[in-house]
């Protein structure tokens, strides 16, 4: 025989395979003809190949031939390839990398950069990574923090509610309630004393050293008050004994809040204020006796204090280990570790000169209060009441005034990243800062409201009481503002020359003071809300 056969019953295909040629895959379409046969040969004259299929692998580089190259340059940039969205974009990476259009043609065998970064493009599968989360947000704070801020620094108010026997006597100067010159004395010199010290204070916090921070608040805190005791001896008649023993008492009370806030113990201090809050609440059903309206303030004095004192005293102001620090910093300089590059263990302290304008701020503010208070009866004398919803709402506004604060800074901080040029962030950074305004004035004015109903024998709110309120509001929030991106001097200054006009206006009697005032504190909001547009649309504010 010529060859090997493949015997099949006839006209049966049983243990034949699909394709008819056996071991092959099937479908595999079974050959008619033998190869090399002349067209239109039938099967019956052609010689049919028999011969079985035999499946070949696929074909492989041999081992010692080298790997193609770019296949290598592909492996090597392979996730910079995924991420390209354009050929260009792996061109300019390898003509960055030194390749030559030379070189590409002699070691990858394509014409220059841009066809082999074709080829680089094609052979990789599209991979975009995924957005980057955005950062947690530094500027984040709770409503509530601040509203109980904002709580504590309203509630000693209910003191001159339950002080009122203890300053009884005739109309004070330009037609003032009895004993308000030496409270009022006492108080602007704590405010701005404090303001100068919780300053220094918050410096030492900053540097990490909470045991300097402390020994400051507990040699400045009774020192400041001690000053507004005084201040407010010179300021009292000799008949207005009384109102000194309560000034005296308002110094110290500010010293150990000071205390407290600057250390974060608001919550310790709201409790000290309990007694104080219920004993103001009892006077709207009954009058208590004066002996337990004095013993409701001492004890929520008592409080405050003892709180303070011991806060300062666990933040280690009384502790041997800050001396043994020092000691220690001190044998660094002796034994000559105090070269320049080495560290003594210590930062150095901070100005005085830096706390200042901060005072000076606390100044300027709490007289520009006063005077939106006490508008009314410097303008009528005795028979206007004083505008106390004014100052409560002023008080109370300060807790939202404070997260106000905190949203300008995380939604310009936001602009910042999604703005594309300068214009475009301040613009983002003016309307925050209309937005920002306008929703405090807008608090400020329900409070103002709400007070107004709540306290007997308030003013009925009129147009200048109003344009005064909400000018003076601005002022505080923006001043604020400025003083927390460290622009506290234009603030001290604005706000200290606008408290100096409406003194020298009251003092020589030009014009009528709440007009005055309205007019003083209008300027300075303009003034101040200008600023802020200008110093706070630059993105170099906001690098802190």
Same mark, same amino acid.
């Given at each position: 025989?010529?060859?090997?056969?493949?015997?099949?019953?006839?006209?049966?295909?049983?243990?034949?395979?699909?394709?008819?040629?056996?071991?092959?895959?099937?479908?595999?379409?079974?050959?008619?003809?033998?190869?090399?046969?002349?067209?239109?040969?039938?099967?019956?004259?052609?010689?049919?190949?028999?011969?079985?299929?035999?499946?070949?692998?696929?074909?492989?580089?041999?081992?010692?031939?080298?790997?193609?190259?770019?296949?290598?340059?592909?492996?090597?940039?392979?996730?910079?390839?995924?991420?390209?969205?354009?050929?260009?974009?792996?061109?300019?990476?390898?003509?960055?990398?030194?390749?030559?259009?030379?070189?590409?043609?002699?070691?990858?065998?394509?014409?220059?950069?841009?066809?082999?970064?074709?080829?680089?493009?094609?052979?990789?599968?599209?991979?975009?990574?995924?957005?980057?989360?955005?950062?947690?947000?530094?500027?984040?704070?709770?409503?509530?923090?601040?509203?109980?801020?904002?709580?504590?620094?309203?509630?000693?108010?209910?003191?001159?509610?339950?002080?009122?026997?203890?300053?009884?006597?005739?109309?004070?100067?330009?037609?003032?309630?009895?004993?308000?010159?030496?409270?009022?004395?006492?108080?602007?010199?704590?405010?701005?004393?404090?303001?100068?010290?919780?300053?220094?204070?918050?410096?030492?916090?900053?540097?990490?050293?909470?045991?300097? &921070? #402390?020994?400051? +608040? =507990?040699?400045?805190?009774?020192?400041?008050? @001690?000053? %507004? $005791? !005084?201040?407010?001896? *010179? /300021?009292?008649?000799?008949?207005?004994?009384?109102?000194?023993?309560?000034?005296?008492?308002?110094?110290?009370?500010?010293? &150990? #809040?000071?205390? +407290? =806030?600057?250390?974060?113990?608001?919550?310790? @201090?709201? %409790? $000290? !204020?309990?007694?104080? *809050? /219920?004993?103001?609440?009892?006077?709207?059903?009954?009058?208590?006796?004066?002996?337990?309206?004095?013993?409701?303030?001492?004890?929520?004095?008592?409080?405050?204090?003892?709180?303070?004192?011991?806060? @300062?005293?666990?933040?280690?102001?009384?502790? *041997?280990?800050?001396?043994?620090?020092?000691?220690?910093?001190?044998?660094?300089?002796?034994?000559?570790?105090?070269?320049?590059?080495?560290?003594?263990?210590?930062?150095?302290?901070?100005?005085?000169?830096?706390?200042?304008?901060?005072?000076?701020?606390?100044?300027?503010?709490?007289?520009?209060?006063?005077?939106?208070?006490?508008?009314?009866?410097?303008?009528?004398?005795?028979?206007?009441?004083?505008?106390?919803?004014?100052?409560?709402?002023?008080?109370?506004?300060?807790?939202?005034?404070?997260?106000?604060?905190?949203?300008?800074?995380?939604?310009?901080?936001?602009?910042?990243?999604?703005?594309?040029?300068?214009?475009?962030?301040?613009?983002?950074?003016?309307?925050?800062?209309?937005?920002?305004?306008?929703?405090?004035?807008?608090?400020?004015?329900?409070?103002?409201?709400?007070?107004?109903?709540?306290?007997?024998?308030?003013?009925?709110?009129?147009?200048?009481?109003?344009?005064?309120?909400?000018?003076?509001?601005?002022?505080?929030?923006?001043?604020?503002?400025?003083?927390?991106?460290?622009?506290?001097?234009?603030?001290?200054?604005?706000?200290?020359?606008?408290?100096?006009?409406?003194?020298?206006?009251?003092?020589?009697?030009?014009?009528?003071?709440?007009?005055?005032?309205?007019?003083?504190?209008?300027?300075?909001?303009?003034?101040?809300?200008?600023?802020?547009?200008?110093?706070?649309?630059?993105?170099?504010?906001?690098?802190?």
């Amino acid at each position: 025989m010529s060859g090997s056969l493949w015997l099949t019953p006839p006209g049966s295909s049983a243990g034949t395979p699909a394709s008819g040629i056996p071991g092959a895959p099937a479908g595999t379409p079974a050959p008619t003809t033998a190869p090399g046969a002349p067209a239109g040969t039938s099967a019956s004259t052609a010689r049919v190949d028999t011969l079985p299929y035999v499946p070949r692998p696929a074909r492989q580089r041999p081992g010692w031939a080298a790997a193609d190259p770019v296949d290598e340059l592909t492996a090597r940039l392979e996730d910079l390839i995924a991420q390209a969205v354009h050929p260009d974009e792996i061109a300019a990476v390898l003509e960055s990398d030194g390749m030559t259009d030379d070189h590409i043609r002699l070691t990858y065998g394509r014409e220059d950069s841009f066809a082999l970064a074709e080829d680089l493009y094609a052979r990789v599968e599209r991979r975009h990574p995924e957005p980057p989360v955005p950062p947690a947000e530094p500027w984040h704070t709770g409503l509530g923090a601040c509203l109980l801020r904002g709580l504590v620094f309203a509630l000693p108010g209910l003191a001159y509610v339950l002080g009122a026997p203890l300053l009884d006597g005739p109309p004070a100067a330009f037609g003032l309630p009895a004993g308000t010159v030496p409270l009022l004395a006492g108080a602007v010199t704590g405010w701005a004393w404090n303001q100068a010290l919780a300053h220094r204070a918050y410096a030492w916090l900053g540097l990490g050293d909470r045991a300097a &921070a #402390a020994r400051t +608040l =507990l040699t400045g805190g009774p020192l400041g008050a @001690l000053l %507004g $005791a !005084l201040v407010a001896v *010179a /300021a009292a008649r000799p008949d207005q004994w009384g109102a000194v023993a309560f000034a005296a008492g308002q110094s110290l009370y500010l010293a &150990a #809040a000071t205390a +407290l =806030l600057v250390l974060g113990r608001e919550k310790g @201090l709201f %409790g $000290a !204020l309990l007694p104080l *809050a /219920a004993g103001a609440a009892a006077t709207l059903w009954t009058a208590p006796p004066g002996a337990l309206r004095v013993a409701l303030l001492l004890l929520s004095l008592l409080a405050a204090t003892g709180l303070a004192v011991r806060a @300062l005293t666990a933040e280690g102001a009384l502790r *041997a280990g800050a001396a043994a620090g020092e000691r220690g910093a001190t044998t660094g300089e002796r034994t000559g570790r105090s070269r320049p590059g080495y560290r003594t263990g210590r930062p150095a302290a901070p100005r005085f000169a830096a706390s200042l304008p901060y005072g000076l701020f606390g100044l300027g503010t709490g007289l520009l209060v006063l005077y939106a208070a006490l508008g009314d009866v410097l303008a009528h004398g005795p028979a206007a009441a004083v505008a106390a919803p004014a100052a409560v709402a002023l008080t109370l506004s300060m807790g939202p005034a404070e997260w106000l604060l905190y949203r300008f800074r995380a939604e310009t901080l936001a602009g910042l990243r999604a703005a594309t040029g300068p214009a475009a962030f301040r613009r983002v950074a003016g309307g925050t800062l209309v937005l920002c305004l306008a929703c405090y004035l807008t608090v400020l004015l329900v409070l103002a409201a709400v007070c107004t109903a709540l306290i007997t024998g308030a003013p009925e709110p009129g147009g200048p009481w109003l344009v005064t309120l909400l000018t003076t509001g601005a002022v505080l929030w923006t001043a604020l503002l400025l003083q927390s991106f460290g622009a506290v001097l234009a603030a001290a200054v604005v706000c200290a020359l606008a408290a100096g006009a409406q003194t020298v206006a009251l003092a020589t009697g030009a014009g009528d003071p709440r007009a005055v005032g309205a007019l003083v504190a209008g300027a300075a909001a303009l003034t101040l809300v200008a600023l802020c547009a200008v110093l706070l649309g630059r993105v170099t504010a906001h690098r802190r």
